[in-house]
């Protein structure tokens, strides 16, 4: 078998996918090793034979796709964060570099090599791409893998631990982040009773948030799509979308909520999600679609990874998003084969944007940047396609070249990618992980991981609560993307219900604690 295998690595390749992936899906008190456990049967792998190691290009390949999709995905949240997130991001930052200095220190205390050094720092904090960049700069050397493989269940652990008790500090102790808790689009039915002389246009902004109008029925109970123009008179009935708290002010404003619901009533306008594959307007903003101009239509809400936004005319459509459209009745069919409405767009992986995106996220990865004193440093194979996909993913299009992609693509990109990786990288590492666990090497990297983890998580909690004074849900998100860990995100947000400020915190600031995470690891192996 093992000659049989070593002579066939896209054979081997998928050896190593399929009985690691069965083994990350195992969960122990609601624990798994994930997309980790792929890196852990690679090295059993070339454990068992040092033969069974995948080529570079494999993992070069895996390591590229991944980090670029990434950049992609979370381009608009990255900028975004910088503007409105400066003191959480500032917060995770001085404490990652910080955390590089003291894995330096624990290194030169054990008298651990540069690369251990860089392995311990990649996995104590969880972070693939770091490790990439450490054994890129090393020229395949196994010690950043030995121990990153190390100190990464630990990783996990206390920092799932740590999720854990932010989540249950913040229930039974509530801070101001909890006012400013995103809430979700809803729609209410109001009766106009109050003549306010105001327009559609400007009931439209509220203290709480945007509000969008869809249609409304007048005193004699005609249905129509409500314009900017639209003077809502007592006896109207309106249907309004947006965050509870500003439909409950809007409410007041207007009257009371009224006991029939409009979006029931479709005889003369209508209402369905159609699915964005048109490509001419992937990158544009809901108001290039004109749709109340060319068929009497309002988006009114996108949902995107499983998220409804208020469609406000500024928001920028990305492929396979799904527009909910209230329109006439005769021109629904119409608008669905304006808008595409083809699933296959949600599929669609936009060849030349991706293709273009990784060649200039590449070249960028390969300039040499100097470093007084420490040589050239380079951002390398992961960080260069990440920060370009970051760039990419906030312009949305040049022209006609679209550089998004839509979500369910991304996910997928990203999913192959990082296993791709981890299979390479533990294959190349086997042996020298067996060697450690037999030595007194091996406990060493246990622990140090465990206390770098374990301060990564204190400093995070202490200045989240005392400094940014966040609750619970938010602080948890942010450790997890601190951590750059998707598990501790999936957790957060079960014992949350997906609570929307998991996901705010970790998108918030995933971007920026990855790139720092690949740059300090690359500074390490220079030390």
Same mark, same amino acid.
């Given at each position: 078998?093992?000659?049989?295998?070593?002579?066939?690595?896209?054979?081997?390749?998928?050896?190593?996918?399929?009985?690691?992936?069965?083994?990350?899906? !195992?969960?122990?008190?609601?624990?798994?090793?994930?997309?980790?456990?792929? /890196?852990?049967?690679?090295?059993?792998?070339?454990?068992?034979?040092?033969?069974?190691?995948?080529?570079?290009?494999?993992?070069?390949?895996?390591?590229?796709?991944?980090?670029?999709?990434?950049?992609? *995905?979370?381009?608009?949240?990255?900028?975004?964060?910088?503007?409105?997130?400066?003191?959480?991001?500032?917060?995770?930052?001085?404490?990652?570099?910080?955390?590089?200095?003291?894995?330096?220190?624990?290194?030169?205390?054990?008298?651990?090599?540069?690369? @251990?050094?860089?392995?311990?720092?990649?996995? %104590?904090?969880?972070?693939?791409?770091?490790?990439?960049?450490?054994?890129?700069?090393?020229?395949?050397?196994?010690?950043?893998?030995?121990?990153? @493989?190390?100190?990464?269940?630990?990783?996990?652990?206390?920092?799932?631990?740590?999720?854990?008790?932010?989540?249950? @500090?913040?229930?039974?102790?509530?801070?101001?982040? &909890?006012?400013?808790?995103?809430?979700?689009?809803?729609?209410? *039915?109001?009766?106009?009773?109050? &003549?306010?002389?105001?327009?559609? %246009?400007?009931?439209?902004?509220?203290?709480?948030?945007? !509000?969008?109008?869809?249609?409304?029925? #007048?005193?004699?109970?005609?249905?129509?799509?409500?314009?900017? #123009?639209?003077?809502?008179?007592?006896?109207?009935?309106?249907?309004?979308?947006?965050?509870?708290?500003?439909?409950?002010?809007?409410?007041?404003?207007?009257?009371?909520?009224?006991?029939?619901?409009?979006?029931?009533?479709?005889?003369?306008?209508?209402?369905?999600?159609?699915?964005?594959?048109?490509?001419?307007?992937?990158?544009?903003?809901?108001?290039?679609? &004109?749709?109340?101009?060319?068929?009497?239509?309002? +988006?009114?809400?996108?949902?995107?990874?499983?998220?409804?936004?208020?469609?406000? #005319?500024?928001?920028?459509?990305?492929?396979?998003?799904?527009?909910?459209? %209230?329109?006439?009745?005769?021109?629904?069919?119409?608008?669905?084969?304006?808008?595409?409405?083809?699933?296959?767009?949600?599929?669609?992986?936009?060849?030349?944007?991706?293709?273009?995106?990784?060649?200039?996220?590449?070249?960028?990865?390969?300039?040499?940047?100097?470093?007084?004193?420490?040589?050239?440093?380079?951002?390398?194979?992961?960080?260069?396609?990440?920060?370009?996909?970051?760039?990419?993913?906030?312009?949305?299009?040049?022209?006609?070249?679209?550089?998004?992609?839509?979500?369910?693509?991304?996910?997928?990109?990203?999913?192959?990618?990082?296993?791709?990786?981890? %299979?390479?990288?533990?294959?190349?590492?086997?042996?020298?992980?067996?060697?450690?666990?037999?030595?007194?090497?091996?406990?060493?990297?246990?622990?140090?991981?465990?206390?770098?983890?374990?301060?990564?998580?204190?400093?995070?909690?202490?200045?989240?609560?005392?400094?940014?004074?966040?609750?619970?849900?938010?602080?948890?998100?942010?450790?997890?993307?601190?951590?750059?860990?998707?598990?501790?995100? +999936?957790?957060?947000?079960?014992?949350?219900?997906? &609570?929307?400020? !998991?996901? /705010?915190?970790?998108?918030?600031?995933?971007?920026?604690?990855?790139? !720092?995470?690949?740059?300090?690891?690359?500074?390490?192996?220079?030390?």
């Amino acid at each position: 078998m093992a000659d049989l295998l070593a002579g066939r690595p896209v054979l081997l390749l998928f050896a190593v996918l399929a009985i690691g992936t069965a083994v990350g899906a !195992v969960r122990l008190r609601r624990v798994s090793l994930g997309p980790a456990a792929v /890196l852990f049967t690679a090295l059993a792998f070339s454990a068992a034979d040092e033969r069974l190691a995948l080529p570079e290009v494999l993992g070069t390949f895996g390591l590229a796709v991944f980090a670029y999709a990434v950049g992609v *995905t979370a381009g608009p949240s990255f900028f975004a964060s910088l503007r409105t997130g400066l003191r959480p991001v500032s917060m995770v930052v001085a404490t990652l570099l910080a955390l590089g200095v003291l894995t330096w220190g624990i290194g030169r205390l054990l008298g651990l090599s540069a690369g @251990s050094t860089a392995g311990l720092y990649a996995g %104590a904090l969880n972070n693939t791409p770091a490790l990439a960049a450490a054994i890129l700069r090393l020229d395949g050397s196994p010690d950043p893998t030995v121990a990153y @493989s190390m100190s990464y269940v630990g990783g996990v652990v206390v920092m799932l631990a740590a999720a854990t008790w932010a989540l249950r @500090s913040g229930d039974r102790h509530p801070t101001a982040d &909890d006012r400013a808790r995103p809430t979700e689009v809803r729609n209410a *039915t109001i009766l106009v009773e109050r &003549d306010n002389a105001l327009t559609v %246009a400007e009931l439209s902004w509220t203290p709480h948030g945007r !509000v969008l109008f869809s249609r409304y029925q #007048d005193a004699a109970g005609e249905v129509r799509m409500a314009q900017g #123009d639209t003077l809502l008179r007592p006896g109207d009935q309106v249907l309004a979308i947006g965050p509870d708290r500003a439909l409950r002010h809007l409410t007041k404003q207007l009257g009371r909520r009224a006991a029939t619901h409009l979006e029931a009533e479709r005889t003369d306008v209508d209402y369905r999600r159609i699915v964005l594959s048109e490509r001419r307007f992937y990158g544009r903003t809901v108001a290039d679609l &004109d749709l109340f101009a060319r068929f009497g239509a309002r +988006a009114t809400r996108v949902r995107r990874a499983d998220q409804d936004v208020l469609a406000t #005319d500024d928001l920028v459509l990305q492929a396979g998003d799904r527009i909910r459209v %209230a329109a006439p009745r005769e021109q629904m069919r119409l608008v669905a084969a304006y808008l595409g409405d083809s699933e296959h767009g949600t599929a669609d992986i936009n060849p030349l944007g991706l293709a273009l995106g990784l060649t200039a996220g590449l070249a960028l990865g390969a300039l040499p940047v100097p470093v007084p004193g420490l040589g050239s440093l380079e951002l390398g194979q992961a960080a260069g396609p990440l920060v370009v996909g970051l760039l990419l993913g906030r312009t949305g299009r040049t022209g006609r070249l679209v550089w998004t992609l839509p979500h369910q693509a991304a996910e997928t990109l990203t999913q192959i990618g990082l296993l791709v990786f981890l %299979a390479y990288a533990g294959g190349r590492a086997g042996s020298a992980f067996v060697d450690a666990l037999a030595s007194p090497l091996g406990l060493q990297l246990v622990l140090a991981g465990l206390v770098v983890t374990t301060v990564h998580a204190a400093v995070l909690l202490l200045l989240g609560r005392a400094w940014l004074r966040q609750a619970g849900p938010r602080l948890a998100g942010v450790l997890s993307g601190s951590q750059t860990q998707p598990a501790i995100l +999936a957790h957060a947000q079960e014992q949350t219900h997906h &609570d929307q400020r !998991v996901a /705010l915190g970790y998108a918030m600031v995933y971007p920026v604690a990855m790139v !720092v995470k690949i740059l300090v690891a690359q500074l390490l192996t220079m030390l």
